[in-house]
């Protein structure tokens, strides 16, 4: 695990980022599975933020010198 972020808009959901470039969701309430994972970045994914006014809005940074914008549905 490189990051984590918690969702502000929904306090059960969580982003976990992993060094192989991918970014996990999961849901505390859910601890079988994984809401979903994205092949983010073609190197590790050192940050994740969630948009405080934006539900489901997220940014990530990598190693790979790039920062996303990522809207999930929901």
Avoid: C, M, Y
């Amino acid at each position: 695990i490189e990051s984590v972020a918690w969702n502000p808009h929904e306090p059960h959901i969580f982003l976990a980022s992993t060094e192989d470039g991918r970014i996990h969701a999961h849901d505390i309430r859910q601890t079988d599975k994984r809401l979903f994972s994205i092949p983010a970045h073609s190197k590790e994914v050192t940050g994740l933020a969630f948009n405080p006014q934006v539900p489901n809005l997220f940014l990530s940074t990598s190693t790979d010198k790039t920062a996303k914008l990522w809207a999930v549905q929901g």
